[in-house]
Nanobody, 124 residues
């Protein structure tokens, strides 16, 4: 079993930056592919970005490119999501997710473990 705990959400103004963190426990962290998803009210859960087990590569939808950066520290069992130039449409609950298998996957059903989420609100 894997436990994921997100932190770092909050209320910011448009154009600001925010850094989310995900702390993992319960399984060898370096064996997990980690991703961030988000879900706005009334919308489906949306893939934001993922990072490989080693951290050697990341992938994200083109619409996210350039503003969202994921990094991981396998020694500290943490993953960070740096979000820059935030927009009101980025407002959502952000979730950290993990999967036991490698590979580039972006569907929520591809992930085995989930955190409880952290709220990010961007005001205009």
């Amino acid at each position: 079993q894997v436990q994921l705990v997100e932190s770092g959400g909050g209320l910011v103004q448009a154009g600001a930056s925010l850094r989310l963190s995900c702390a993992a426990s319960g399984r060898t962290f370096s064996s997990l592919t980690i991703a961030w998803f988000r879900q706005a009210p009334g919308k489906e859960r949306e893939f934001v970005v993922a990072i490989s087990r080693s951290g050697d590569y990341t992938h994200n939808p083109e619409v996210m490119n350039g503003r969202f950066t994921i990094t991981r520290d396998n020694a500290k069992n943490t993953v960070n999501l740096q979000m820059n130039s935030l927009k009101p449409e980025d407002t959502a609950v952000y979730y950290c997710a993990a999967r036991r298998e490698c590979g580039r996957r972006s569907a929520p059903t591809d992930y085995d473990y989930w955190g409880q989420g952290t709220q990010v609100t961007v005001s205009s």
